[in-house]
């Protein structure tokens, strides 16, 4: 069976019956199964990635999950295809730095959407960025998630970051007195070659902070009561996220590549 008649056959064991997406995403284990069996570049192995655990997905964010599910497919193929070309290329770094390196990117930005699909709708997910990391030949090994990553129904986690009160309704819960706090990243050294990069994306974080806080301060009154969450702390979690990997990169160019920045992207009402 040639790729292009697989590829109808694995969206059609993607579609989701009853309004819910099983905890394990069959779909994305067939994904997942396919890239690690082609190819690789001179023996040095395949690319192999976990598969995401998404609850359920409400009936309003299927279609939008389906396709970055769909995407987090593509980003493998393509991945696998870059290493298998890419044989004797780049020096001991290369495959982190240009494949499994971008892949990660990618895939955070993808799953990141799926959370934001999901919390438009439902209470959203955090989180799966944790699947985001692949690896050559062995699946990594993925953490369990914290206890304030766990989305549940009329909070944030359970642990009162946003407002003390331990979720994001009740009247007035953009009103006035509140801003948004978020976590300031924890740096090690950074390369001079880095420095500029860095800088420029460190700035962002404070303009995304501020760009967020205004929105907080104008949008008194609006949305239902996940209207924080769902319109102002989960989009600017993604976009603190993509800043965060722009700064891991910037780093991974010129030395050794940190990890793990994303846990300052989720911010909190104070």
Known sequence: MTRAHARPERGKRRLIA?????????????AVAFAATTGSAGGDGSIACPQPVVPAVPAQAQAEVQRELANLDKQIAEAQNRLRTSAGEGGPAFVQNAILGPLRDKRVAALNRIETAIGRVAAKPEGLERFATCGLGQTPAVSAPSATTG???????????????????GAGNTGAGQTIDCPSPVLAEVPAAARA????????????????????????????????QNAILGPLASKRTAALDRIEIAIGRVGTRPQGLERFATCSLR
């Open 197 to 228: 990069e860095v800088d420029r994306e460190l700035a962002n974080l404070g303009k995304q902070q501020a760009e967020a806080t205004e929105r907080l301060r104008t949008s008194t009154g609006q949305g239902g009561p996940n209207f924080v």
């Open 18 to 30: 009853g309004g819910a997406v099983a905890a394990t995403l069959t779909a994305v284990t067939a």
């Open 151 to 169: 989305a549940s129904t009329g909070n944030t986690g359970g642990t009162g970051n946003t407002g003390g009160n331990g979720n994001t309704g």
